[in-house]
């Protein structure tokens, strides 16, 4: 079971492994950073925390929260644990993989 928002994609694990949590921003929790426009994928509700481990990004919520950005319609999160996951595209021509950029 996954969500996605964009470039965000949320896949639904059992257990997290211990790790660093990553601080709330007046935003609030971000779980990824446009590199061009400046917007992000944030969680600005109550309820969740986010994790780093191993440079893998970790989201628990507590309670249904709301997973917003500037471009892309608010997505809900059901409670639950999950790894946060950017897409990549792949350059064939290239053969070479790149984040996917919002």
């Known amino acids: 079971m996954f969500g996605f928002q964009g470039d965000v994609i949320l896949i639904k694990v059992d257990t997290i492994?211990?790790?660093k949590v990553i601080a709330r921003t007046k935003r609030g929790l971000v779980l990824a950073e446009g590199e061009s426009t400046g917007h992000a994928h944030t969680i600005s509700d109550e309820g969740?925390?986010?994790?780093?481990?191993?440079g893998k990004m970790y989201l628990v919520a507590e309670k249904e929260v709301s997973l917003n950005h500037?471009?892309?319609?608010?997505v809900k999160i059901a409670p639950g644990r999950y790894e946060v996951k950017i897409a990549k595209e792949y350059d064939h021509f290239a053969e070479e993989a790149r984040r996917v950029q919002d």
Not at 70 to 74: F, L, P, V
Request: proline share 7%; aromatic share 6%; net charge negative.
């Open 17 to 19: 492994p211990s790790g």
């Open 48 to 54: 969740a925390e986010l994790y780093e481990k191993d």
């Open 70 to 74: 500037e471009e892309h319609n608010t």
